[in-house]
């Protein structure tokens, strides 16, 4: 009996943590969801800081230097590269 008592007096605990996980979790792919950076609370600097960085990504792309492309060498097939005695 005091097993059940037990379950009893904790069980609604579980099921408001339950809920609580539940409601973080994105029903159609299961993800976790994530924070919107241009929430009200956040105050827009977290969507200037987003602007700063993809500005910078985007500048580093345009004038990165390019590397031409690389040709490997010419390798010997491996049945030539030791000698086999029969």
């Known amino acids: ?8 007096a904790l069980w ?8 609580a996980f ?6 159609g792919s299961g993800r976790w969801l994530r924070r919107r950076l241009d929430s009200p609370q956040s ?12 500005t910078t990504i985007d500048r580093f792309f345009t004038f990165a230097p390019k590397m031409p492309p ?4 010419e390798v010997a097939p491996l049945s030539t ?4 005695t029969s």
Do not use: D, K, W
């Open 1 to 8: 009996m005091n097993g059940v008592i037990i379950f009893v």
């Open 70 to 73: 690389t040709v490997p060498p």
């Open 43 to 54: 105050g827009g600097a977290a969507s200037a800081a987003y602007c700063l960085q993809r």
């Open 81 to 84: 590269s030791f000698e086999t």
């Open 12 to 19: 609604p605990i579980a099921f408001a943590a339950l809920l």
């Open 22 to 27: 539940a409601a973080h979790i994105e029903p």
